[in-house]
Antibody
Framework: QVQLVQSGAEVKKPGASVRLSCQAS????????IHWVRQAPGQGLEWLGI????????TYAQKFQDRVIMTRDTSTSTVHMELTSLRSDDTAVYYC???????????WGQGALVTVSS | DIHLTQSPSFLSASVGDRVTITCRSS??????LAWYQQKPGKAPNLLIY???VLESGVPSRFSGSGSGTDFTLTISSLQPEDFATYFC????????????FGQGTRLDIK
């Protein structure tokens, strides 16, 4: 079955960077886009961007354009998301999600809590 | 970018009630809309896509309707496991376009 397994929780200081991973299994990795979505405590869902594992093309939300980098490693079926210049309001659970047609998010990772605190 | 507004933001209801949640788009999006359910501490779970297509395994008490700018998610008879937060998402045929979510509707037990 389709699984997305994310790396664990992180605690970072303001100004630092965080790199999260999302390892896919149960399907052909290059056939489905991967999205990153975050959720601050008690808040809604916020889209960060998308990566095409087939070629590595990316599109980022304008808000994160200067701070986010998404990459993929086809040898391990893993997508990485790096967020730089962290601030306290970046504290959130970060999810990866596999998209189907029309970017419907059929499968989600378990989430990774990133805490930014001095 | 397209903006999605859900209403209400909070809703209290009882087991057995029929409830409706609305999602309004700032621009017409045809039937390019999905609904997700999220329980505390868990990732969102797909309920409905293409505005009205029920995802496999989702109980038939859930239904979706709408097109253009106005969409609804209806739960015909609330069950205890339905108390959760619900989000709408704008879908797109173009992966290079931004994805947007509604702000969410929290459904609590009355």
């Amino acid at each position: 079955q389709v699984q997305l397994v994310q790396s664990g929780a992180e605690v970072k200081k303001p100004g630092a960077s965080v790199r999260l991973s999302c390892q896919a299994s149960g399907y052909t990795f290059i056939n489905h886009y991967i999205h990153w979505v975050r959720q601050a405590p008690g808040q809604g869902l916020e889209w960060l961007g998308i990566i095409n594992p087939n070629g590595g093309d990316t599109t980022y939300a304008q808000k994160f354009q200067d701070r986010v980098i998404m990459t993929r490693d086809t040898s391990t079926s893993t997508v990485h998301m790096e967020l730089t210049s962290l601030r306290s309001d970046d504290t959130a659970v970060y999810y990866c999600a596999r998209a189907g047609q029309w970017q419907v998010l059929y499968h989600w990772g378990q989430g990774a809590l990133v805490t930014v605190s001095s | 970018d397209i903006h999605l507004t859900q209403s209400p933001s909070f809703l209290s209801a009882s087991v057995g009630d029929r409830v409706t949640i609305t999602c309004r788009s700032s621009q017409g999006i045809s039937n390019y809309l999905a609904w997700y359910q999220q329980k505390p501490g868990k990732a969102p779970n797909l309920l409905i896509y293409a505005a009205s297509v029920l995802e496999s395994g989702v109980p038939s008490r859930f239904s979706g309707s709408g097109s253009g700018t106005d969409f609804t998610l209806t739960i015909s008879s609330l069950q205890p496991e339905d108390f959760a937060t619900y989000f709408c998402q704008q879908l797109t045929a173009y992966p290079s376009r931004p994805v947007t979510f509604g702000q969410g509707t929290r459904l609590d037990i009355k």
